[in-house]
């Protein structure tokens, strides 16, 4: 049976390919990676993988696409290859769409091509169920929905023991996942200035996305907390900003929509008390699994008790252990 996989350049591609690698019959799957910036990914030495980076080799691609028995759309983003599907109808029956969720969010700015798309394909994959249910909303959507981890899978030393708050040392804080406007980093920093005075140090990565947004929380959240915020402008290696994660005590997600998935997952597997907002879709998702959250509408300085956190360890480690992630996988390759 061949998978096929299309995919564009980004970060987490290599562990995705080498779990499939590692897990499942490699002669079963093709990667195909569209794009031409890839200078800064790393695909030495990676399994059954061809760019796509030029109109002969999409070309080729739609060929080898007509003997895949599945193929597996990891984000909605190139144009072109929309409107290629939409010419070859074909295809599109076989097509399982991997939602990212910034892929299909902007529904009032998406173009025509991918409306149609969208309304057209037969299979969802998603961790988060609500943004299926978003999908048939604005789009219309009428598949069926798989539900999976994309790519965001815990190995075993990523789970975390929960843990007493030491009263000699800083309450660390951790506020979104990026420098972008979604963030809405100002919103919880004028909150949390009410509690400047207290021991606590509040780290805001602003090294991805959009620099002059950066700048103006950075200014921003100076004149709101002094030496208490602790702007991360530096981009760090996944080890070190793993390290990071099992340092914070609490983290603050105010997205009106899925985003930062990988950071929440990472931080509840950690017993991490981590607040997001009532409505957002993510928020329902870890719920209806037995996960508790705090909500950011009611901001509080307070961590969750121990044996709360103990119990969304456990369920996380059920969830998003190796043998879950290989679990969810193999259902929609072979069901």
Not at 157 to 183: C, M, T, W, Y
Not at 254 to 270: F, M, P, S, T, V
Request: charged letters at 20%.
């Amino acid at each position: 049976m061949q998978i096929a996989h299309v995919m564009i350049f980004e970060k987490f591609n290599r562990r995705y390919i080498e779990f499939v690698a590692a897990h499942f019959p490699i002669r079963d799957h093709r990667f195909y990676i569209i794009g031409s910036n890839y200078a800064g990914y790393d695909m030495e030495g990676l399994p059954n993988v061809r760019v796509i980076n030029g109109y002969g080799k999409v070309l080729q691609l739609f060929f080898q696409l007509l003997f895949a028995k599945r193929i597996f759309l990891h984000g909605l983003w190139h144009r072109g290859f929309i409107k290629l599907l939409l010419w070859q109808p074909w295809l599109i029956g076989r097509c399982y769409w991997m939602m990212w969720g910034g892929d299909f969010y902007y529904h009032d700015k998406e173009s025509k091509d991918k409306r149609t798309l969208i309304r057209k394909l037969r299979h969802f994959v998603s961790l988060v169920e609500g943004d299926y249910l978003l999908a048939q909303q604005w789009y219309g959507a009428k598949g069926q929905f798989h539900r999976c981890v994309l790519y965001s899978y815990l190995e075993e030393h990523e789970f975390g023991e929960p843990e007493r708050n030491n009263p000699f040392q800083p309450l660390k804080i951790l506020v979104g996942n990026s420098a972008d406007p979604s963030n809405h980093h100002l919103d919880i920093l004028e909150q949390l200035s009410a509690f400047r005075e207290e021991h606590i140090e509040v780290y805001v990565p602003l090294s991805y996305g959009n620099e002059g947004y950066a700048k103006d929380i950075i200014r921003r959240g100076e004149a709101l907390l002094g030496n208490r915020f602790k702007p991360l402008t530096d981009f760090i290696s996944l080890q070190q900003y793993r390290s990071l994660l099992g340092d914070i005590d609490i983290a603050i997600f105010h997205h009106q929509r899925q985003q930062g998935l990988g950071n929440i997952i990472a931080l509840l597997a950690k017993g991490k008390t981590v607040y997001l907002r009532p409505e957002v879709t993510t928020r329902a998702c870890f719920e209806q699994m037995g996960i508790t959250l705090m909500d950011t509408s009611l901001l509080q300085l307070r961590t969750l008790p121990v044996t709360t956190a103990a119990s969304n360890i456990r369920i996380m480690r059920e969830h998003f252990s190796v043998s879950a992630y290989q679990r969810m996988l193999n259902e929609v390759f072979y069901s």
